[in-house]
């Protein structure tokens, strides 16, 4: 089967650098996908990666090692409004958009 | 500003009562999505179209229809809601259909609690 896994909740200081990691196990790969999704609305879009290495946006980077089937959200100078769940997403061989259940992440003050 | 809306934001009904939940969107996108996402859940997609071609997932309940009359609106419809089915459903489209790189835009969902 099919399966991605992720922390279920993290917690995490105001000002901070926290890791989300998620790692994979589909039937091939055809990129992966980090969303940010708040309580109670949609996910938006963060990032995008197809080939290995680092991609940095902003305060956001996200990391993808295709052979290890393993990809992390890394966010720095953490800021309250970054309390929010992040869900990690692969298309597979059938271009099919397999989803995590998301990591929940705190942040305190 | 383009978008994707979806209404109600809230929607409550009966057990066994029909209910429709609608979409639209300005971005001209060929693509329309429905998922399902209950709390702590990965989103579990239900439908999509491509233009009007209607794709429905192998593990979708026949109690789930939808339709979309034309690029900008689609509907989901839930024949006889069961409290199983309350959860968060989320409309969202890419522009032409290649889930593997293009970015999905969600409206804002819409909550369904069945009574």
């Known amino acids: 089967g099919q399966n991605i896994d992720q922390p279920t909740e993290m917690t995490a200081t105001e000002g901070a650098i926290v890791q989300i990691n998620c790692t994979y196990q589909?039937?091939?790969?055809?990129?992966l996908f980090w969303y940010q999704q708040h309580a109670g609305e949609a996910p938006t879009f963060l990032s995008y990666?197809?080939l290995d290495g680092l991609e940095e946006k902003g305060r956001f980077s996200s990391f993808l090692s295709r052979s290890k089937g393993y990809s992390y959200l890394l966010l720095k100078e953490l800021q309250m409004k970054d309390s929010a769940s992040y869900l990690c997403?692969?298309?597979?061989?059938?271009?099919?958009?397999?989803w995590g259940a998301g990591t929940k992440l705190i942040i305190k003050p | 500003d383009a978008m994707v809306i979806q209404n109600p934001r809230y929607q409550v009904t009966q057990f066994g009562k029909p209910v429709t939940l609608s979409c639209s969107q300005t971005?001209?996108?060929?693509?329309m999505y429905w998922y399902q996402q209950k709390s702590s859940q990965a989103p579990k997609l239900l439908f999509h179209?491509?233009?009007?071609?209607?794709?429905n997932e192998a593990d979708t309940p026949d109690n789930f229809q939808s339709r979309r009359p034309n690029t900008s609106f689609c509907f989901l419809d839930i024949r006889s809601p069961g409290l199983g089915d309350a959860a968060m459903y989320l409309c969202?489209?890419?522009?032409?259909?290649?889930?593997?790189?293009?970015?999905?835009?969600f409206g804002s969902g819409t909550q369904l609690s069945v009574l």
């Open positions: 969202a489209t890419s522009k032409e259909g290649d889930r593997a790189h293009e970015k999905l835009f």
């Open positions: 971005l001209n996108h060929n693509v």
């Open positions: 179209y491509y233009d009007k071609d209607f794709n």
């Open positions: 589909t039937s091939g790969f055809n990129g």
């Open positions: 990666n197809v």
């Open positions: 997403a692969v298309t597979d061989s059938n271009y099919q958009l397999i």
